[in-house]
């Protein structure tokens, strides 16, 4: 399914992601570039925005909200040129997502630490129902210094929720500064093993390696929750936003870089 | 019938989970003492202890709501409204349908101040779409309970751990947003709600005729309208809570009052802006001038009786 055109779906989604932050005047756009692959695959591969009763996406790190609306506006599940309503008043598309304004979003977040306490009770709840729903969170690499998400790590791992599988967007770098400079983290795999999970460390930019997991976590009979480091690149895909943090959010993106940052891309 | 707010509380969420498969009850290592154990004892694979970690516990409740369920999230009102940032993000601003049970609220006994919660409807209100109950005795508290788990709104209920003696009447009717007149009187009101609107009933039952009593049970949604109605027939109006006066009942009835410039005279009567002490309820209704002897004293002089 992730072929060529997946390549493309994905630089196209990234265009939509710096033109919709243009036009909003402001916006996350680093760390909404870090994750594109990511969400597109597990938006592709996992959610059937179709069914009812269905597989969730939890979008913990909420500040990428601009990745998940380009994808989704990707699936034509937006309105004709409603990215340019983001973050802007009555627009479904606030600056974090939410949830009574757009209902394709399976949770409203933005402070962070919290989705995947949400994604426990969507687990909770889909055993409650029979219904052998999986549930998809992504998280930031610097949101896992809060401590409700070691809260939720050991609730995962206590009652071994087998339909959960945790995504980290691993860009190393935070809202001011890289992670090494801020909190370093310290055998960051061995602490989630310890908890009771699987972990896998991928290139959170390949397509393949994204979807072989995805696939099996969908189909296999998994004896353990998963968690897989996602190492990425802050600002993905645009040379001058690329590692670099003052593009961890933007004001007032200028024209020559918005022209630059698209010409990259096309 | 003399029975402990929180006991009626248990002992109905229990009863009501029989015919109500939507409803599931969250522990934070409380239970017993939340008397969620009833439904835990009765409803085992609807039952979830998280353990000590009330943050994760706000959201779990978020997910288990939005996939259809009705969740009692309960423990002391202390801890799990102090749990502000996972509340507003996980279940207001995503409209939930959970109902977080703070238990203790009040004065609490010789446990003390990081215990007792007298901040807990100031920091309660201002959540959007929250709805706030506070039962006044076990007759209301079975009416409220059978009322929540119907609801699909976000709901705080504030829920004593002091027994009371049944005073409302048989044919009493809880209804969501209205304030309940349980006696009438003249030019004098008193208003309250939970376990100390008992203190102030039998207070002013020593006192005569003229003073009226008003259970202020719904704490939000208030229908202004018919609140004013039954304020204008009052000149002296006194509230009483075991909450601060920062942000409580006194606080919604003297923005009311403004809001419609309402002529009144009003005292706001409380706990001040400070922890409270450790000691047994008793002595500390007395401490704190809640007690129905000092409510007396305090209403004969406001009243000028």
């Known amino acids: ?266 | 019938m003399t029975l402990s707010i929180r006991e009626a509380f248990g002992r109905e969420l229990a009863r009501l989970g029989k015919k109500n498969k939507k409803i599931v009850a969250i522990s934070c290592d409380l239970k017993d003492a939340c008397k969620l154990s009833f439904f835990f004892e009765k409803f085992p694979k609807r039952s979830f202890e998280v353990g000590i970690a009330e943050a994760n516990a706000v959201g779990i409740a978020a997910g288990l709501s939005m996939s259809g369920f009705r969740p009692f999230l309960a423990s002391f009102a202390s801890f799990i409204t102090g749990k502000n940032i996972e509340i507003r993000t996980s279940i207001s601003y995503n409209k939930c349908g959970v109902v977080i049970v703070g238990t203790h609220g009040g004065l609490i006994g010789p446990d003390g101040a990081t215990q007792s919660s007298v901040q807990d409807i100031a920091v309660m209100r201002s959540l959007p779409y929250f709805e706030i109950i506070q039962p006044s005795s076990p007759r209301e508290t079975k009416q409220i309970i059978n009322y929540s788990s119907l609801s699909k709104k976000p709901i705080y209920l504030r829920i004593a751990r002091n027994e009371v003696t049944e005073f409302l009447p048989k044919n009493y009717k809880f209804k969501i947003g209205l304030p309940s007149l349980i006696k009438r009187g003249k030019r004098n009101l008193v208003i309250s709600s939970g376990p100390i609107l008992s203190n102030c009933f039998m207070a002013v039952k020593k006192l005569g005729n003229n003073i009226g009593v008003l259970n202020l049970s719904s704490i939000k949604p208030i229908n202004e309208k018919y609140i004013i109605r039954i304020l204008k027939n009052y000149k002296n109006i006194i509230t009483v809570e075991d909450h601060s006066i920062i942000g409580g009942l006194g606080s919604i009835i003297a923005e009311i009052i403004a809001k419609n410039n309402l002529n009144k005279n009003l005292k706001i009567h409380g706990i001040k802006d400070d922890f409270v002490d450790s000691d047994t309820p008793s002595s500390l209704e007395k401490f704190y001038k809640l007690d129905i002897k000092s409510l007396e004293k305090i209403f004969k002089k406001f009243f000028r009786i």
Not at chain 1, 245 to 260: A, I, Q
């Open chain 1, 1 to 266: 399914m992730l072929n060529k055109s997946a390549l493309n779906y994905c630089k196209n989604i990234r265009k939509k992601i710096i033109f919709s932050i243009y036009y909003a005047r402001s916006g996350h756009v680093g760390p909404s570039l870090s994750c594109v692959e990511l969400i597109y695959s597990i938006l592709k591969l996992g959610i059937n925005y179709k069914k009812k009763n269905r597989n969730k996406f939890v979008l913990s790190k909420g500040h990428a909200a601009p990745t998940l609306y380009a994808t989704l506006d990707e699936f034509n599940l937006l309105k004709k040129n409603e990215l340019k309503t983001l973050r802007k008043v009555k627009s479904r598309l606030q600056g974090h997502p939410d949830k009574k304004k757009l209902n394709l979003v399976d949770t409203g977040t933005g402070a962070l630490g919290q989705g995947l306490s949400i994604s426990i009770g969507y687990s909770l709840g889909s055993k409650l129902l029979n219904s052998n729903n999986k549930i998809f969170c992504l998280l930031g690499d610097g949101e896992i210094q809060e401590g409700q998400i070691w809260e939720s790590a050991m609730y995962i791992g206590a009652h071994n929720l087998k339909n959960i599988i945790v995504f980290i967007d691993g860009n190393k770098f935070q809202n001011e500064r890289s992670i090494a400079e801020t909190l370093p983290e310290k055998n960051l795999l061995k602490k989630w093993e310890s908890f009771g999970f699987k972990t896998m460390r991928i290139n959170g930019h390949s397509l393949i390696a994204i979807e072989k997991i995805i696939k099996s976590f969908l189909k296999s009979k998994n004896k353990k929750p998963i968690l897989v480091y996602c190492d990425t690149i802050k600002g993905k895909g645009v040379s001058f936003m690329e590692n670099n943090n003052k593009f961890h959010s933007v004001k007032d993106l200028s024209e020559e870089n918005y022209r630059k940052a698209i010409s990259e891309l096309s």
